[in-house]
């Protein structure tokens, strides 16, 4: 029994050896060269929608993190089945490192070139080596006869002196026997569960800090905007309390993107290129942006996965470059009608041409808030598209721009089941009250923000129970490309109570009661909350 636990032990301290050393290897090939990233990204590029979607509303922005502790059991019990299955003669626990290898090998190859299995294939050789010679060790251990109970107290023989002689003399020899065997076992484990845990967390460590681009993107300094955003009007922001501000600060900021690690893109490193249906593909790099003119532009941005009610939306002050203006220097053909942009990990969004080019304020985004942007939101640059949901327009880490057609490429959410078109629907959200807390009866402001991007906020209606529905009173507009608040003043009576909202846009329509899904393009359906006054 004690042997087939130090046979699983040795299973998973020579696993652990073999993720170490990728990891320390990694630090130095890049970060999706360790197969825990590898496999983990492919994870999440193969994981069912529904089973995301579930992830995503159950562990919020943990979910990569929930993903990792579930590799890593996954990962101790198969390693603890090789050590098992690992004999001298039968190497059935080598061969499952081995697959493992093959396995994590190719998907980091698939992700990050030829050099990317490297680490995995460096760390899989250790790590059999590793579990041959624990297996040998143990092996050898096992063959020897059993100590008559002295079997784990190797110090026995010394405080046995009362003892006959003869007899002490026997037990000595046999523990002396048993014992370099065990303890060379032992000293086995341990060595290599120490050498794991120092390439493992020291490689993650090392990979953190040579690619951090933290320390650089504190040191950026921005333009100064040729065209400056419009100060923020004084009524933009009712400023009641528990409503949201206009504007949203970069930490409050929502994060939402298939990264299992942030990239880390050094601005030294960085460049756009445009190419694909274009008279003339260029490349662009950070000095090249510095001689050209920048705009600063108040945008929404929200997200599709955003349910009736959620928080996955948010208004910030972008600082960028307009694509239209880039685009046109590429020289796009008549033909092409789609943007398909490719970050630094892969990912793709699939934008109309139209859009871009229509004289909206599209940006390639290099500040946010007056800051560079921060590096989960895209450093050193991303795209920002007035009237479109995230997943088909705000690519974060932007290196290229294809220009091509709907019906040759596909992007990342549209292969994955999503529209391939994300216009963003109309929407509101009642912030302020919440069902929490009971209300005192008498004057109580309800407010929201509403949104329609691009097209404006004509009107917010709130309903109370089954009553008729009442104009809220709008914050002044800024622009029709970012949210607008509003406040609708309510004379509570006791009793529980259901306040429903609905925008309407500026083209004059009003947002659909009709409720959906956020699954394909966008959820629909009237905000509501119940409150119980008195
Ligand atoms: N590289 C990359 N860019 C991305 C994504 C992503 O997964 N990878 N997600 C998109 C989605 S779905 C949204 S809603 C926005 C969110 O941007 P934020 O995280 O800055 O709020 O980024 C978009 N850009
Ligand atoms: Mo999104």
């Known amino acids: 029994m004690a042997e087939v636990r130090l046979r699983v032990v040795a299973g998973i301290v020579s696993a652990g050896l073999t993720l170490g050393v990728a990891e320390l290897l990694a630090a130095f090939l890049g970060a999706g060269s360790a197969p825990l990233d590898a496999l983990g990204s492919a994870v999440v590029d193969h994981t069912p929608d529904g089973l995301r979607e579930w992830a995503i509303a159950t562990f919020g922005t943990n979910d990569k993190a929930v993903l990792y502790l579930i590799m890593c059991v996954f990962a101790l019990v198969v390693a603890g089945l090789a050590g098992a299955l690992e004999r001298g003669t039968r190497t059935a626990g080598s061969w499952l490192f081995a697959g493992f290898g093959v396995i994590a090998a190719g998907v980091a190859m698939a992700q990050t070139g030829v050099g990317g299995a490297l680490p995995t294939v460096i760390g899989v050789a250790v790590g059999i080596y590793t579990l041959r010679v624990l297996t040998h060790r143990i092996d050898r251990a096992a063959e020897q006869p059993s100590a008559d109970g002295q079997a784990g107290a190797p110090d026995s023989a010394t405080t046995s002196a009362s003892l006959h002689e003869i007899s002490q003399e026997r037990t000595e020899a046999r523990t002396e026997e048993r014992r370099p065997e065990r303890r060379q076992v032992l000293q086995g484990l341990l060595v290599a569960g120490g050498l794991a845990a120092v390439t493992g ?41 528990g409503l949201t501000p206009y504007l949203t600060s970069n930490d409050d900021f929502y994060r939402i993107d298939t990264a299992l690690i942030v990239p880390q893109v050094s601005k030294d490193d960085w460049s756009l290129r445009i190419h694909g249906m274009v008279d003339r593909e260029i490349r662009l790099d950070w000095a090249d942006l510095a001689r050209r003119p920048v705009e600063e532009r108040l945008i929404t941005l929200a997200c599709v996965s955003n349910p009736v009610g959620g928080d996955l939306i948010g208004n910030a002050r972008w600082l960028g470059y307009r694509l239209d203006q880039l685009l046109a220097e590429a020289g796009p053909h008549p033909d092409a009608d789609m943007v398909l942009s490719h970050s630094s990990d892969g990912w793709t969004a699939g934008t109309p041409l139209a859009v871009l080019t229509d004289g909206r304020d599209a940006l390639l985004a290099v500040g946010m808030n007056g800051e560079p942007l921060p590096v989960q939101h ?75 991007q691009h097209r404006g906020i004509r009107a917010v209606e709130v309903q109370i129970d089954d009553g008729p529905w009442q104009q809220a009173r709008l914050s002044d507009e800024q622009s029709i490309d970012t949210w607008r608040q509003w406040v609708f003043g309510w004379d509570a009576t006791a009793g529980p109570h259901t306040i429903r909202a609905r925008a309407t846009d500026g083209t004059g329509e009003t947002q659909t009661a009709e409720r959906r899904d956020v699954i394909p393009d966008g959820a629909t359906g009237y905000p509501s909350v119940t409150v119980s006054v008195g």
């Open 201 to 241: 967390i020291g490689g993650r460590l090392l990979g953190l800090r040579r690619r951090d681009v933290s320390g650089e993107r504190a040191a950026v300094r921005l333009p100064e905007p040729t065209a400056p955003a419009a100060p923020v009007a004084p009524g933009a922001d009712l400023r009641i309390p």
């Open 378 to 452: 895209g450093y050193p640059a991303r795209l920002v598209v007035p009237g479109l949901y995230g997943y088909v327009s705000a690519t974060k880490w932007v290196t290229e721009l294809e220009v091509t057609r709907f019906d040759r490429a596909t992007a990342y959410w549209t292969r994955r089941g999503w529209s391939a078109l994300g216009p963003i629907k109309t929407g509101t959200r009642i912030d302020t009250p919440h069902g929490r807390k009971r209300l005192a009866p008498g004057r109580i402001p309800i407010a929201g923000v509403a949104w329609a």
